[in-house]
T-cell receptor
């Protein structure tokens, strides 16, 4: 069974440019998460979806970050415009039926803003 | 021995020895805990989990211990191998709320 798939794996962009990350969760997992991980730290939640509904986006910087999960399967996270401080790993994860179940991570999208 | 660098505690162990990685969690109401392993350049990988109605759970070469009295979680790795070198994170969950991750511990296995 395929795990959580993310793309691109690596991205280098100049500040003020836009960037988008894509995620396909594990088949059958209706809960999808986007996390940000800074160097030397644990993952921090940006947004959680239950099917196509964003049920927790309280930590998403909405002035420049947006996310969507239109059909309740794959998801896109966008940053526009990117800032130097956005350099981090963006991790997508999924779980079966709700936030209290085991979450499985993708390999991450490694963003460097220069 | 242990040292702190770039916000990340480090544990160094000899190959073949047992490793114990500790985690102090924050919420006394948390009822579900997971340990993840993150190798360089990869995403966190599920290792083992435990619910709050248990105080010990064993997997293959790994054991998780939960002490709810002092809000402490530990991961024991038996016969540590070079492939165990990674950063280990604990994560806690409070009855369906979002998981909260600890800062991580870097395990370095010495030959």
């Amino acid at each position: 069974e395929a795990g959580v798939v993310q793309s691109p794996r690596y991205k280098i962009i100049e500040k003020k440019q836009p960037v988008a990350f894509w995620c396909n969760p594990i088949s059958g997992h209706n809960t999808l998460y986007w996390y940000r991980q800074n160097l030397g730290q644990g993952p921090e939640l940006l947004i959680r979806y239950e099917n196509e509904e964003a049920v927790d986006d309280s930590q998403l910087p909405k002035d420049r970050f947006s996310a969507e999960r239109l059909k309740g399967v794959d998801s896109t996270l966008k940053i526009q415009p990117a800032e130097l401080g956005d350099s981090a790993v963006y991790l997508c994860a999924s779980s079966f039926a709700g936030a209290g179940n085991t979450i499985y991570f993708g390999e991450g999208s490694w963003l460097t803003v220069v | 021995g242990e040292s702190v660098g770039l916000h990340l505690p480090t544990l160094s162990v000899q190959e073949g020895d047992n490793s114990i990685i500790n985690c102090a969690y924050s919420n006394s109401a948390s009822d579900y805990f997971i340990w993840y392993k993150q190798e360089s350049g990869k995403g966190p990988q599920f290792i083992i989990d435990i619910r709050s109605n248990m105080d010990k759970r064993q997997g293959q070469r790994v054991t998780v211990l939960l002490n709810k009295t002092v809000k402490h979680l530990s991961l024991q790795i038996a016969a540590t191998q070079p492939g165990d070198s990674a950063v280990y994170f604990c994560a806690e969950n409070n009855y369906g709320q979002n998981f909260v991750f600890g800062p991580g511990t870097r395990l370095s296995v010495l030959p």
